[in-house]
């Protein structure tokens, strides 16, 4: 706990004040529910077929590279806070790491993974 | 109940009454300053100057009918607007309003609000998927795709600054700041400044990043099916994402509560001037710029962004181990 618990306090207040609009909106709100009102809104037309629609596979890829990225960047968050201790190797050692990932960008990049087209 | 947990208790309730004014507040001077710029006169007709306007906002928007249709997933329908809100608001936690006031001095801050920000996506994601509708499906795979590359550009530019305080504690971030010669790291990390603000921009998908609800193409992206008080939680999270954003501008880059001079009687004064400054930033950047292609978008982040972030870190590395 200790430091994390004035945090876990105001979370709670800003679960508790959506939570409290919600049940005003219960209590305060007109209900007159009707057929058309509850049909999904796609500009007044009537929906039709499955709304999962096929989607771009470019959205898997963009993931699967923000992970790489994503795992880089928690290597290096340690290494910027001892950075002053770590000194010139801590820099060589970050600076072989990152000419390994900024390839493997380049190669990514290459391979048109990065063209939205 | 001893009287330090009701002193914590009692300090979180007044960030959060602090929080909650000023993103009602936001909204209004949002729209006023807006219609300044297009040559409107903006809210004018609840109280003096539409000075009431947020407050009718709220009301107006309590009173109107819960439309649920029912082919959405309902418990992740109902939750994804709050897994918004908290995850988009509880990041003000960590900020250092002034020099002995910061509600959770943790470590790793830094680290908390970035977790934070990423976990928001959630929300973004869940209320697509669980809406059962074409427009929130399409608006919220952008938005997911938009906020996860933003956040690689952010949390790097983010790092030289960690790099050159040596700590995640934004306290300790503000502390070593005022102890170079300028003051502020907005001047030696003008890079990692510029990649943030572009970020911090698309992270809370505001203009000129605001593909995932672009009305001319999606009507409002991933909250279309949302009405009433549940479309009034998501813009409520998108606001506290912006001051969430400004403060930790303004924490990292502009010396956080330091000022040129003490204004006694108000602590908050210049963190509170900071804060408004970088939010007619984002107003003026909605009232003037146009809506980018999403091609162009995702180029930007990771072609530009990302780059120049990675470039700066190891220059700054290699400033910092010359003197």
């Not at chain 1, 968050?77 to 010139?88: N, T």
């Not at chain 2, 209320?127 to 427009?135: D, E, I, K, L, T």
């Not at chain 2, 502020?184 to 970020?199: D, E, G, H, K, R």
């Amino acid at each position: 706990m200790g430091y994390l618990f004035p945090f876990l306090i105001f979370a709670f207040l800003v679960f508790l004040i959506g939570i409290s609009m919600l049940i005003g909106n219960k209590i305060l709100s007109i209900k007159r529910p009707h057929g058309e009102k509850l049909i999904p809104y796609e500009c007044g037309m009537d929906p039709s077929g499955d709304t999962k629609v096929p989607f771009k596979i470019k959205f898997y890829l963009i993931a699967l590279i923000f992970l790489v990225f994503d795992v880089e960047v928690v290597f290096i968050y340690p290494w910027a806070v001892v950075f002053k201790e770590l000194s010139w190797f801590g820099f060589v050692e970050i600076l072989i790491f990152v000419v390994l990932l900024f390839a493997a960008y380049l190669y990514a990049w290459s391979e048109g993974a990065l063209q939205w087209e | 109940m001893d009287f330090n947990s009701l002193y914590i208790i009692l300090s979180a309730l007044v960030l959060f009454l602090l929080a909650m004014f000023h993103v009602a507040y936001l909204t209004y001077a949002e729209r006023k300053i807006i219609a300044r710029m297009q040559q409107r006169l903006g809210p004018n007709r609840v109280g003096p100057r539409g000075i009431l306007q947020p407050i009718a906002d709220v009301l107006k928007l309590i009173q109107k009918e819960d439309i649920i249709h029912p082919g959405v997933d309902k418990p992740v329908f109902v939750m994804a607007p709050l897994i918004s809100l908290v995850c988009a608001a509880s990041g003000l936690a960590f900020i250092p309003l002034w020099e002995n006031f910061v509600l959770s001095n943790l470590n790793v801050g830094l680290l908390f609000i970035l977790a934070l920000s990423s976990l928001s996506a959630y929300g973004v994601i869940l209320s697509g998927w669980a809406s059962n509708s074409r427009y929130s499906f399409l608006g919220a795979l952008r938005a997911s795709a938009q906020v996860i590359s933003y956040e690689i550009a952010m949390s790097l530019s983010l790092l030289s600054v960690v790099l050159m305080a040596g700590s995640f504690n934004l306290q300790d971030i503000v502390k070593a700041q005022l102890s170079t010669p300028y003051k502020v790291y907005l001047i030696p990390q003008i890079v990692a400044f510029f990649v943030f603000m572009v970020s911090a921009l698309a992270e809370t998908n505001r203009v000129p990043f605001d593909l995932p609800e672009a009305e001319t193409e999606l009507v409002a992206g991933y909250f279309t099916e949302y009405s009433g008080i549940r479309f009034a939680l998501f813009y409520l999270a998108e606001y506290f994402g912006m001051i969430v954003m400004s403060a930790l501008a303004v924490t990292c880059f502009l010396g956080g509560y330091a000022g040129p001079f003490e204004i006694p009687g108000i602590p908050f004064f210049w963190f509170l001037i900071k804060i408004y400054a970088f939010l007619f930033f984002y107003i003026w950047v909605r009232a003037t710029l146009p809506r980018y292609r999403y091609d162009q978008l995702m180029g930007l982040g990771w072609k530009v962004l990302i780059p120049l972030s990675l470039l700066n870190l190891l220059v700054t590395a290699f400033i910092k181990l010359l003197i």
